[in-house]
């Protein structure tokens, strides 16, 4: 689970960048990077903020984020650096 999960997000994050036309949101790393690092009780709330998704969708992310959660914390900081390369790519 934890390998397949972090390649969902890179992939997603290459596929984000090669749609936008390298254009990338700056949400996405703030998100990104909350969705790595971020306790569910701070998560939560800015995710409802900012996107204010039904219910189901709010629930499933956070249970993907309780199993991301479980990742050390040495191996959350090496995707979060390869989400950083990706993004730096992109913005270029």
Do not use: W
């Amino acid at each position: 689970m934890r390998l397949s999960l972090s390649v969902l997000l890179v992939t997603l994050a290459l596929c984000c960048c090669y749609e936008a036309n390298a254009i990338v949101c700056p949400s996405l790393g703030k998100d990104m990077t909350a969705f790595l690092f971020a306790h569910e009780a701070i998560y939560k709330p800015n995710l409802q903020l900012a996107y204010n998704p039904p219910e189901a969708a709010l629930n499933a992310k956070l249970q993907v984020k309780s199993c991301t959660d479980k990742i050390p914390i040495v191996q959350r900081k090496l995707i979060a650096g390869v989400l950083v390369k990706i993004l730096a790519k992109c913005t270029l």
